[in-house]
Structure formats: C-alpha cells, structure tokens
C-alpha cells in the first residue's frame, strides 16, 4: 500500500506542481493517474520511487515514511518503466534486462539466465536478447522496458505513459499484454497517462487529476463514468458526448446502442446486470 | 601600457594590414563552400571525398602550409597573396563541413513541400534551403571569422607583416607591451569582424530575431 | 617539381639522421612534447569536463572561459609566455597545455550533453548511483566525442610545437626556422613535409580510435530521429570542438 499524506511539490523554478495530495494506492491493484500536462501526474509518480522529493508532506510504503529509505536502494526494489524506455543504447537487451539484478549483485550467470526468461514473460523471442536496442521496434523497446521493471521481482511497479510513444495499434496490443500480466502477477502498479480511455480500460482505481495534482475524482471506470464528481470530470471523461453518451434504439427487433452523433456503437446482448457497466464495443 | 600609446600608429598599420589579410579569406570561403557544400550535401559519394578531403586539409598546420604554398602554386613565401589562398583553404575546410550540416538540417517537410509547390532545385536552394540554413551558416562564419583573424598573425613567422609581428618583434625586443598590445588588438580584431557578422545576420535573416525563447518544460 | 624534389631528396639526406638535431630525434620531440601536453591537458581538462556534463553546473562559464582562450592567438600567447619564463621548453609546455584545454573540456562535456536524457533517468530511476551513471553510461556513451575533443587538440598541439621552435630549441619546426634563416628552401620545405606527414598521420589515428570507441548498438542508431532528441540544447558544440587555432 502506498500513502500520500498531504503532499506538495514546489520546484526550484516556482512552480507548484503538486499542492497538498493525498491519496491511498491499494497493494495488488492498478492504479492509474490521469490528467492533461501540468497535472502533476509524473511529478507525483516520480516520488514514489524518490526521483522528486516532496517539498512537505510525507509518502509511505507499507506504512514506512520513503524519506528515512536511502534513494538508490529504494529505486533498485521497484521497477519503472518510461516512455521511450530509456533502455541503455549501448548494452545489448538481455543486459538491460539485467541491469538493476547486477546492480544488486546477483550473479551475471543467473541473471542473464532470468532475464532470458523474463523476455518470454513479455512475449519477446529470445532471439533478440543479443540485440541491441536501437534494432528493435518501439513495441519491442517497451516490452524490453517492461520487462526491465520486473527483474526484481518487485512488489511496485511504475509505468510513465509507457505506450504514449508507440503507433495506436501497437499500444492497444501492450495494454493487452499489461492486462495478462497483471492478471498473472498481481503487482501493485501506479500508472501515469493522459489517455482516459486508457485509464479505464487498465485502471481498478482511476485518480482524475487537475492542474496543481488537485484530484478531480477518484473511483473505478464505472464509477467515475456513471456519476461524474463534476463538469470538468464529466468534459474530461467525455461522459456527455461522443462514444461515450449512448443511448439503445431498437432496430431489427434488436436494440442497438447508438453514441451521440448517430453512429452505431454495439448491440446490446444482455440485460444490465448491477454494478458491471461493460458493453461489447 | 605606454608602449601602446607612443605606437598607435604602428598597432593602426599593422591592423590594416591583419584585415587585408583576414577580411578576403572569411568571404572567399564563404564564397567558395557554398558550392561544395551543397555538392557534399547532395550526393553520398561527393559527401564522402569532400569531407574527408576538408578534414584533412584542416589538420595541415599553418606554418608548414605557408611554406608548401609558393612550391605548389607559384606564390612568393611573403607575399599577401600566399597567406590569403593559405587561409581561405582553412576557412573553405571549416565551412564546407558547416554548409553541408546546415543544408541537411532544413527540415525534410519544408524542402518536400517546396519541391511540391513548384520550386526547381535552383529556386529552391536559394528561396527554401539557403535561408532557412541561415542560423546555422553564419554561426560557422563566425568561427571562420575568429580562426583567420587568428591564424592570419601566424604569417608574422615567415615575415608577413600582420598584428602578428608585433608579438616577433616584441618578443625579439624583449617588449612585453608590445605583445600584449597585439593579442589584445588581436581580440578586439576578431570580436569587431564577429559583431559585424551578427549585425549582417541580423538583417539578412530578420526571422531569427522573432524567435520566442520556449518556457521550460515542467514534469506533469 | 624540382623543388619538392629537393626537398625530398633533404629529408633522405643520410647526413640528417646522424648527430645533433637529427630527423628521428626531432621527431621523438615533436611527438613527445604532443603526448605530454595532452596528457597534462587532459587530467585538468577531463575531470572538470565530466562534473559540468554531469551536473549541468558551470557550462556557461566553461564555455566562457573556453571561448576566450580561443581567441587568444597561439602565436602571442608563446612569445609572451617565453618572456615571462624565459627561452626553452617551459613557455611551450605552459602555451600548449593551456590551448589544448579547451577542446578537451568541450569534448568532456559535449560527450555527456549529446547522450539522450531519458536514458540516464532511466538509469538513476532503476537506482543507479550517481558514481554508476558516471561509470557505466555517461563515460562509456561519451567517449566517441571526447576522443574527438582530444583529436583537435592534438592537431592544435602538434601545429603550434612546430611555431614552439621559435623560442626554443627543439622539434620539427627548427628546421622551418633554420631554412628561413639561412634561405634553403629545400630543408624548409622538406621539415615541412614531415610536420605534414606527422599531423595526417595523427589524424588517421585519432580518426580510427573515434570510431573503434563508439559503443556498438549505437553505432547502428545513428538515425536523426535519435539526435532530434538528444538532450538539452547544445548551441555551438560542434564549433566548440571542431574549431581551433594553430
């Protein structure tokens, strides 16, 4: 579990990243972060692992302040993936992998051995663990990224708009893969993306945020879609409109759902069943 | 500092003579990459030979190049002319590299929809890249400028008479001033010529001077 | 061609590699005094080099302080150095370190500044140590252009030991002087054949050392793409290396 007590972040430049957050993340759950720029979504993420340090206010890990952690060990215990993965370009992909295991002082034998595997964990061939970096696809890169914050094993993962740079077909086939592994591993992940649909689609807890870190709304997707907190989350959401604002008509006997503008959106198949808002797009 | 003052006529002359020695090579080389950098921007194989030929012209030191010159083309060893051509084969070297960097930085949609819209090779190169490779361009010119005003007091070695000779001549009299006074003046020379040069840019490329200093991006 | 001739037939000239100021020994110097300047340069150079491109601290003032050594011309910065310590070696070495040191510097920083950003968050973010960044990504991803920073400072070093002649006794260069002084083109000429053939052959080394020290993997992503988004800003970098003085 992790716990921000009333946090602010006031960068050297005067601005006011993050005024006065607080907020539970639950063990074992995604959690994602969403905004647009200026949220403070990344700033608030990179405390976590101690690469922003709160200017007051306090984050816990399993009730131990973060503050009295040394950074360096703190980082090695929790894997981060970033967008761009920010893999080494000059170290080939099993040794990415690798990296922090090393830095830990497992042996280079057993770890490259357990990077090997790792890439299967991540649906990447084995065959490109002696590549470098810059031969792979972005999707590769990602996955290698991913696979790179798993090596510890750790209890928290943090994901940095980890598909924001890679094409749309591409992404939706990572957040696809996320999902298995998350299903698979159960870690705790906070991510961080201005993508709603893919806050909803990833998310158990979805934090809304505004500009300063101040949080729009907090909830599950179908939460949050069906009672917005407010205007801004209704407009943020996209609840009043487009594909998300549907309504059934009947057509051939069936009722179809149709989104704001006219255009067809699925075919109802059910009846609503209490506290499951999922439609088969 | 006296010295200086009881020979503002010697630092004046010898000035005189550093610009004539300077100011042909920094246009000739401008002249003269032009060309060859767009070649060598062009084509990878003129790429290739015009570089490497360029680095290794640059890597010749000044003094034996003042020497080899007359034997190759025929100038006397303390003449003008020899120092000129000698400088304005560095300054060419520095700038070829510069005016093919700064073609290849036009961006790539700019040039495509230039071509798209009509422009021929020839209008393009003077309308599109040429000014758009401005920024870049002149701050290679300027390195030029400051390297040959430098260089150009090397030829007091061999008796070609420049700001240069005051450091010889000081340094054979046993005269501290006199040197200081010629590096300074040296300096001064080469700010001056530097300073012209960005007042030249100023006006050629008068969109540079718009440009908005982007804010710093903050994490989110 | 009866000149070059000449002086070929010079630099063959058996009577000029026996006894005082020989060709092998004048070369010995030459070469010499270029390797411990730069040896010199480098250990106050490289150290101050990496600090800046590592903390991002004090790359205004070095390039400051870089630029102006520049301007300063070579040759008045050794005849006023030969007067303040007098005729011999020690004015070239204190001459030549100084202007080796800011393409080395430039080098150093310039190294660690084109090295993409994200990848060193990354690494502090996977919790490297700062010593680990140093070590095992910044240095080993920057050395392609600290070498090249080291290679036009030897260019430099090696040019303007040849001018070091004129205040004292030694190196490649006493034959350029001693052949202007006495009016024989063909030593003048053939010692500055030998200067040539030494800063090419510098050169070359340097060139192919560059290119055996670029990391492999990056060496296959040489895409614009990845310079567009390399690092901070770096305004004049490439002057900063590429230009020199003799």
Request: charged fraction near 15%; aromatic fraction near 6%; avoid cysteine.
């Amino acid at each position: 579990m992790i716990e921000f007590r009333s946090v602010s972040k006031q960068f050297p430049d005067g601005t006011l990243a993050v005024d006065d957050f607080s907020l539970t993340i639950p063990s074992h759950r995604t959690t994602v972060l969403v905004g647009s720029s200026g949220s403070g979504k990344t700033t608030l993420l990179r405390m976590i692992n101690r690469m922003v340090d709160p200017t007051s206010g306090a984050i816990e890990i399993d009730d131990v302040d973060i503050a009295s952690l040394e950074p360096v060990k703190l980082r090695r215990s929790i894997g981060y993936v970033m967008q761009n993965s920010g893999l080494l370009p000059h170290r080939k992909v099993v040794d990415n992998v690798a990296t922090v295991p090393l830095l830990r002082g497992v042996p280079r034998k057993t770890a490259r051995a357990d990077a090997l595997a790792l890439l299967d964990t991540v649906g990447l061939d084995r065959a490109l663990a002696d590549r470098y970096p810059s031969q792979l696809s972005g999707g590769q890169q990602q996955r290698v990224g991913v696979a790179r914050g798993l090596a510890v094993n750790p209890n928290i993962l943090l994901m940095d708009e980890p598909f924001g740079a890679v094409d749309p077909i591409v992404r939706a086939e990572l957040q696809q893969e996320l999902i298995r592994l998350q299903t698979e591993l159960g870690k705790t992940v906070v991510f961080v993306t201005h993508d709603v649909d893919e806050a909803f689609l990833l998310g158990d807890q979805v934090v809304i945020l505004q500009e300063g870190g101040r949080i729009a709304q907090i909830g599950s997707p179908a939460d949050i879609l069906a009672n917005p907190a407010n205007d801004f989350v209704a407009s943020f959401v996209g609840a009043d409109r487009g594909k998300r604002a549907l309504h059934v008509e009947r057509s051939d006997g069936r009722d179809v759902l149709v989104d704001s503008d006219g255009r067809l959106a699925g075919v109802l198949v059910g009846d609503a069943v209490p506290g499951q808002a999922r439609v088969t797009p | 500092m006296n010295w200086a003052w009881t020979n503002l006529d010697l630092i004046w002359d010898r000035t005189i003579d550093h610009l004539i020695l300077s100011v042909p090579p920094i246009i000739l080389s401008f002249v003269i990459a032009l060309p060859l950098g767009w070649l060598a921007n062009r084509y990878r194989l003129s790429r290739g030979v015009i570089l490497t030929a360029s680095g290794l012209l640059y890597a010749i030191p000044s003094f034996p190049m003042f020497i080899v010159l007359p034997a190759l083309v025929g100038t006397t060893l303390r003449s003008p002319l020899n120092l000129v051509i000698a400088l304005t084969i560095y300054g060419v070297a520095l700038m070829v590299r510069v005016v093919a960097d700064g073609l290849a930085s036009v961006d790539v949609d700019v040039q495509r929809s230039a071509v798209a819209v009509g422009f021929s090779t020839w209008t393009n190169f003077w309308q599109v890249e040429l000014p758009l490779a401005g920024p870049v361009l002149l701050a290679g010119l300027r390195v030029v400028a400051v390297s040959t005003v430098s260089l150009a007091t090397v030829g007091a070695v061999i008796g070609a008479q420049s700001l240069g000779s005051l450091f010889t001549d000081g340094f054979q009299r046993g005269i501290q001033a006199e040197i200081i006074a010629g590096i300074v003046a040296t300096v001064l020379l080469a700010l001056l010529l530097d300073g012209a040069l960005v007042a030249a840019g100023r006006i050629a490329l008068p969109w540079t001077r718009l440009r908005k200093t982007s804010k710093v991006e903050t994490a989110t | 061609m009866t000149i070059f001739g000449a002086a070929i037939a010079w630099i063959l000239d058996a009577a000029n590699y026996t006894g005082a100021g020989a060709i092998p020994g004048r070369v010995l110097e030459h070469l010499g005094f270029t390797f411990l300047t730069l040896v010199v340069a480098s250990a106050i150079a490289i150290p101050f080099g990496f600090a800046i491109g590592h903390t991002g601290r004090g790359r205004g003032l070095a390039v400051a302080v870089s630029g102006g050594l520049r301007a300063i011309p070579t040759l008045g910065l050794l005849t006023l150095v030969a007067l303040w310590i007098g005729i011999g070696l020690g004015a070239p070495y204190v001459a030549l370190t100084v202007l080796a040191i800011p393409p080395i510097l430039a080098g150093a920083y310039a190294g660690f500044e084109a090295i993409d950003r994200g990848a060193i968050d990354a690494a502090r973010a996977v919790g490297m140590s700062e010593a680990q960044i140093l070590g095992q990504v910044e240095i080993p991803l920057g050395l392609p252009l600290l070498i090249g920073g080291l290679r036009s400072a030897a260019l430099q070093v090696v040019a303007t030991a040849t001018l070091a002649a004129y205040v004292a006794d030694f190196g490649l260069g006493r034959y350029l002087f001693s052949g202007l002084k006495t009016r024989d083109y063909a030593q003048m000429l053939g010692g500055s054949i030998l200067v040539v053939v030494l800063a090419l052959a510098l050169e070359g080394i340097f060139a192919m050392i560059q290119r055996i020290v670029v990391p492999r993997g990056v060496a296959t992503s040489r895409l614009p793409v990845d310079r567009a988004r390399s690092a901070r800003p770096r305004p004049g970098m490439e002057s900063a290396i590429t230009k020199g003085n003799r």
